[in-house]
């Protein structure tokens, strides 16, 4: 292990159009495992909340995000999606005080990878689909944390945190901060380009289950108070 690979838990994240992946490393990055998946929420980024309460849970020290590109490394509407993502997760960990780095890190092959992984160990592809995207996220955290290991510094492009806005308006609470949904605009009714435009990149998204029922993903209770 290189000596520049701190200590501490590390969260990698794989995003779909409508399934967000989800998983964890030990603090000595040695396996990577699923954690859970969420269900995306364009409109109000609800998901967004319950991916920085379980950063802010298993006290993440930084977190891998998968940026999909084409096989000769250009850029598409999903890499568009995933780094609209990546930024909104920047502005609500910066809102909750939270100072952990995000880093977008290619992630070609990983949905392939993760479907190849679940037939060898036995699950059908019946049940791929609650399944692939928690693959495909602790297979992006697994390359990205080798690779820290390996060379000492972190991979991928750090996502910068929210720049310093106009002051407050008149009788608004001081250092409060203004947050917008899911990475949209301060103040827009609508969620930010990327979101909800182009087809998804992981196979069966167009066939999710709906919220309740048998397979559908499962949520968690964001610190907040919010309930899904």
Do not use: W
Request: aromatic share 2%; charged share 25%; glycine share 12%.
């Amino acid at each position: 292990m290189s000596a520049g690979f701190a200590h501490g838990r590390r969260m990698g994240v794989d995003v779909g159009l409508v399934r967000v992946g989800v998983a964890l490393c030990d603090p000595d990055g040695i396996l990577a495992t699923p954690l859970t998946t969420l269900r995306r929420d364009p409109k109000k980024g609800f998901d967004v909340k319950l991916l920085a309460g379980l950063v802010q849970e298993h006290d993440a020290v930084a977190v891998y995000v998968g940026l999909p590109r084409s096989l000769d490394g250009g850029e598409n509407a999903s890499t568009a999606m995933a780094r609209d993502y990546a930024a909104a997760l920047v502005r609500r960990l910066h809102a909750k005080g939270r100072d952990v780095p995000v880093r977008l890190v290619d992630e070609r092959l990983s949905t392939v990878d993760a479907h190849r992984a679940l037939l060898e160990a036995g699950v059908s592809r019946r049940e791929h689909m609650d399944k692939v995207d928690q693959v495909a996220a602790a297979t992006i955290l697994q390359s990205a944390v080798d690779r820290a290991k390996a060379t000492g510094a972190e991979p991928g492009q750090l996502v910068p945190g929210p720049a310093a806005g106009p002051p407050p308006p008149p009788g608004s609470r001081p250092g409060a901060p203004v947050v917008a949904h899911n990475g949209g605009d301060p103040g827009a009714d609508h969620p930010a380009p990327g979101h909800l435009d182009g087809r998804s990149r992981h196979a069966g998204d167009a066939a999710a289950a709906p919220e309740g029922a048998p397979g559908a993903p499962l949520t968690t209770t964001d610190p907040d108070g919010e309930h899904s």
